[in-house]
């Protein structure tokens, strides 16, 4: 909806910031369960396929649309959202809505990824609480260099041929440069400037099958960023593979012109890039305990 001033944003004090303000630093790095209200924006997406159900992530970016992948969607008939959930079997604060309306970009690739983003409109919109609120969206002009840490979150894979988790996954992963990452996946994919990658040289610690469409996210100071959409990768978690996220800067244009309301809290983030050789290596030799993503 737009006034005769333009579109309405939704205000920056409003995303990226846990009404909670629960500690995710403080907790042991590498995948554990989340906190409740640790990540208000994070959504489960239940997709009806042949012969079953397909999962797949998402984020809310303000009070009737999320952010997900391309690939996730094949149609809007019977596609149910969850927010507000800790664990999938007791989570007194989730709250369900259905999908009114699926908009995959025009310029979506399925066969090289490119473009892997989406905007679901909710049936109806949600109230925001201490477990469900909008996460920022990075701004275009945004930098997130080599080194950056970030956190992915899901109910996906624990492992590349295991069970989904009934509980809300979080991770940590450096950022890996797109000049890296691209050398890594030279013989398998293209890494264009829509994307970007997260990971640790060693393995170990991934988005999975079931995260897709999930939020790549960074703090930056007090608020929480969406740096990338959970995309592809070569298995889960495997050495030298960082997972591949489309990346969101590159589309505020589009989703601003796509969002109908209150307009998504778009954020500036710029970080130095002096950190980012030996962060990426510190963070490297961290000990592997777990690997939480989704291509059909």
């Known amino acids: 909806m737009f006034n005769a001033l333009g579109p309405v944003l939704l205000s920056p004090a409003v995303c990226g910031k846990p009404p909670l303000n629960t500690k995710v630093g403080s907790r042991i790095v590498g995948g554990q369960a989340a906190a409740a209200g640790a990540w208000p924006w994070q959504v489960r997406m239940l997709l009806p396929v042949i012969g079953g159900t397909a999962l797949c992530g998402g984020s809310l970016i303000n009070s009737q649309w999320i952010l997900s992948a391309a690939h996730c969607f094949s149609s809007t008939s019977g596609v149910v959202v969850y927010l507000g959930e800790t664990g999938i079997y ?99 994919m293209a890494i264009t400037s ?48 960082p997972g591949v996220y489309t990346r969101v800067s590159e589309y505020q244009t589009w989703i601003s012109s796509q969002v109908r309301g209150s307009q998504p809290g778009f954020v500036t983030s710029i970080r130095s890039s002096s950190i980012s050789a030996a962060h990426f290596i510190s963070m490297a030799a961290m000990p592997v305990l777990f690997s939480i993503f989704v291509l059909f």
């Open 90 to 188: 007791n989570s007194p604060n989730s709250v369900s809505r259905t999908v009114s309306r699926i908009i995959v970009h025009p310029n979506y690739d399925k066969l090289t990824q490119d473009n892997d983003i989406s905007l679901v409109e909710m049936a109806s919109p949600v109230t925001f609480n201490d477990y469900i609120s909008p996460v920022c969206l990075a701004a275009q002009g945004s930098d997130f260099p080599g080194g950056t840490t970030a956190w992915v979150t899901g109910f996906g894979q624990l492992s590349f041929e295991g069970s989904t988790s009934s509980t809300l996954q979080e991770v940590s992963v450096p950022i890996v440069s797109n000049a890296q990452c691209s050398a890594t996946y030279a013989e398998i």
């Open 194 to 241: 829509n994307m970007m990658c997260a990971g640790l040289t060693e393995g170990g610690k991934d988005s999975c099958q079931g995260d897709s469409g999930g939020p790549l996210v960074s703090k930056d100071q007090s608020r929480w960023i969406q740096a990338g959409v959970v995309s592809f990768g070569e298995g889960c978690a495997q050495p030298n593979f």
